[in-house]
């Protein structure tokens, strides 16, 4: 089984990682941990950039940087749960880029963690999780963290 293990910094990309480690069967497991970089023009505005532009190449590097050592603890801590790991950095936008790395990896499951987005934020940015689980050809896990105890155990 291919699994595209999409992580960022966030507490819910952690517990997509133990999910994974905790749920999936190590036989046959082949992980690819995959960070997307978003361009900085995706978030900055065009005023902004002017007084940016002289940092733009340097931000990017230590940006590119930080996600090869996120990307490179996570395979990590896979390869000592005995899977089979890589890892993978892309720059772009991370919905459409996620669904189009499975595509072409042919990877079988995408697991990521949820942002819990509410509001506003989620009308303007939309969830990476929600788009991802819409349009990927595959087969897609959000892991969630619960936020009070399961109401069956009560």
Known sequence: MKIVLAIDESKYSQAALESVIAHVRREGAEV??????????????????????PYVAEIEEDRKREARELVGRAAEDLRRAGFAASEAIEVGDPKATIIDYAAKWQADLIVVGSHGWTGLNRFLLGSVSEAVTRHAASSVEVVRIPTEPNALDK
């Open 32 to 53: 690819r941990v995959l960070h997307v970089v978003e361009p900085i023009h995706a978030y900055v505005s065009a005023a902004m950039i002017p007084h940016y532009v």
